[in-house]
């Protein structure tokens, strides 16, 4: 074996062992550790390409930033950091396990992301949405009782849609109202509801047995919601049934289950939860995801100030009577 085959092999080996410690050490999502693996893929191809090393222990600040520079070709910012993100990953991994000296990719910069405001529903239009199943007759009953307590938890207790399709019947516990959900990184949280979704989810769990039967032959799932045919509840199923009562419930044919979300958080920050309170129950790592619905109700606050306070009306009153003069 010639020195350049070993040095393929060993780039191989290095990103290999690092998504294997993704996936099985880290517990990282599937698609993280996908969309590492595409990015280290492209970045191999591009080392390949210019005749360097392929060997992460001859990475050079240089070839990182001339990699970047190649497939920026017009990318969004947020694209470029997720490959920044990537690279830095990769680079912590191998300084931990003793096979670079430095981790170069830490000296990028990653180029500023702009971050949109969640979108959320007034407490109305919530209301209306999770109401919305009641009144579709187009639905059959058991359908109507698992989209209705499907919609209270995404709401009620602000369940990612991922988190709501993977829950299993033994996570929910009626008694003390509150489910335990495995969130991002395999991490493990109980999640609170109140009555009106434990009053859903007794009615879906009267309807799912009915539906559970419907799986024929097939072994039997654990899962808590089912599809039409008894089969696990799909994330896509799950955004299709989020779009549906959107549509009907206000208007919203666009709603995702994470707006859903974003409303749970919005909704207890405006009635004057605590903030960490809400990081524990959405499953945040960090405080500062959180404290992004802290603009969302101070944006609402200013507007509502602008509308009916009598110093702002006076001011607007005085800056009026400024322009016409």
Known sequence: MNAHAIAVAELDLQI????????????????????????????????ASRGLPLDARALSLASLRAFLAHVHDGAAAATTARKIST????????????????????????PKVPRPLPHFLTVDEAFRV????????HREDALRARDTALLELLYGAGLRVSELAGLRLEA???AQQRVRVLGKGQKERL?????????????????????????????PTDKLFLGQRGTELTVRQVQNIVRRYGALGAGRGDLHPHALRHTCATHLLDAGADLRGIQELLGHASLSTTQRYTHVTIDRLMAVYDKAHPLARASKAVRAANDDQ
């Open 16 to 47: 290999e062992r690092f998504l294997g410690w993704l996936a099985k050490e880290k517990r990282s999502p599937k698609s993280t550790v996908e969309t590492y693996a595409r990015v280290l893929t492209e970045l191999r191809a591009f080392l």
């Open 191 to 219: 999640a609170p509801f109140g009555g009106p979704a434990k009053v859903a989810l007794e009615g879906w769990i009267e309807e799912r047995a009915s539906v559970h039967e419907r799986r024929g032959a097939k072994a």
């Open 87 to 110: 690279l830095r990953s990769f680079g912590r991994y191998l300084l931990r396990q003793g096979e670079v000296k430095a981790n170069v990719a830490a000296q990028l910069k990653t």
């Open 172 to 174: 929910l516990d009626l």
């Open 130 to 137: 999770v109401e919305a199943p009641a009144e579709d007759l």
